[in-house]
């Protein structure tokens, strides 16, 4: 059986994934087959439900719930760091209000966080790998920065406004929920828990196995040298990785509700998370 995996073209997914691509781990007669595509074309393919398994931002999985839940490993979590609106110039939080920012799309988690820290402003969508660009250029007043353009951006001369993950944190004690893996319910119980165990068991493979990991993921790692591209995978797969944990699965309900109080998801959202 077939089973279509898409993710991220960077290096902490390629990381993660690396053990599925490479044939590494029993697969129990399942063939994947990855398909590499930016998140927020990811998430609009999977409204579709065109993907049996597919990486997605939380703020996405508000409206997905009926076709997909959410793998229990696979995670990207911000422990206190995570996507970063950053600005040609220092500017205090209030003076972001009703600035242009230019944001990686209006599914994406960091949309989501940014509108709960600021709820006004002219959203500017541009794809993740030219915010920065747009910033430069003057086609955005700041920039909402994913990726691993959140360990570079100073290089380019620009400044840190506020980070989201570090927000989150203080309001909630808890880390931010970006991404997540979703597998689609109608393949039935036992292919989406086979699923599951695969998935866990490639992020395990890679923790233990960092050289090869990290070797793969660096075809993906946009530039960056090799130290920073593990500091990169280091922020998004850890242990949060491997399970949510009871605090990261609280943190997911936390922010989806915070979401719908603030009328930027337009229903109240019950997480349903698939064990191995």
């Known amino acids: 059986m077939k089973i279509h995996v898409a993710h991220s073209p960077d290096s902490d997914d390629a990381f993660m994934f690396y053990a599925l691509a490479e044939g590494l781990i029993d697969t129990e007669g399942l063939e994947y087959v990855h398909e590499l595509q930016d998140i927020e074309t990811l998430n609009h393919r999977a409204l579709r439900g065109e993907l049996e398994v597919s990486a997605v931002s939380i703020h996405a999985f508000a409206f997905l719930t009926e076709r997909y839940a959410l793998l229990s490993s696979g995670a990207s979590m911000g422990d206190r760091y995570g996507p970063r609106l950053v600005s040609g110039t220092p ?92 597998v689609r ?37 946009r530039g960056l040298e090799r130290a920073k591209a593990d500091e990169f995978v280091g922020m998004y797969v850890n242990d949060w990785t491997l399970d949510y944990g009871e605090a990261g699965r609280r943190s997911v309900a936390l922010f989806l509700e915070r979401g719908a109080q603030a009328g930027i998801i337009p229903h109240r959202v019950t997480p349903e998370f698939v064990a191995p």
């Not at 570079?152 to 929920?177: F, N, Q």
């Not at 992020?203 to 660096?218: E, F, K, N, Q, W």
Request: charged share 25%; no cysteine.
């Open 91 to 182: 500017q205090r939080r209030e003076e972001i209000r009703g600035k242009r920012i230019a944001i990686p799309g209006f599914l994406t988690s960091a949309y989501l966080a940014l509108r709960l820290y600021e709820p006004t402003f002219d959203a500017v969508v541009t794809p993740f790998d030219q915010v920065e660009d747009a910033v430069l250029d003057g086609r955005a007043d700041l920039g909402l920065i994913i990726h691993e353009g959140q360990l570079t951006y100073a290089e380019r001369g620009l400044h840190l406004i506020a980070d989201m993950g570090e927000w989150w944190y203080s309001e909630t004690g808890l880390p931010l929920p970006l991404g997540g893996n979703v």
């Open 185 to 221: 319910k109608d393949l039935g119980a036992d292919i989406t828990a086979k699923i599951s165990r695969h998935l866990k068991a490639s992020i395990t493979y890679a923790l233990s196995h960092r050289v090869g990991a990290l070797d793969h993921a660096m075809k993906f790692a």
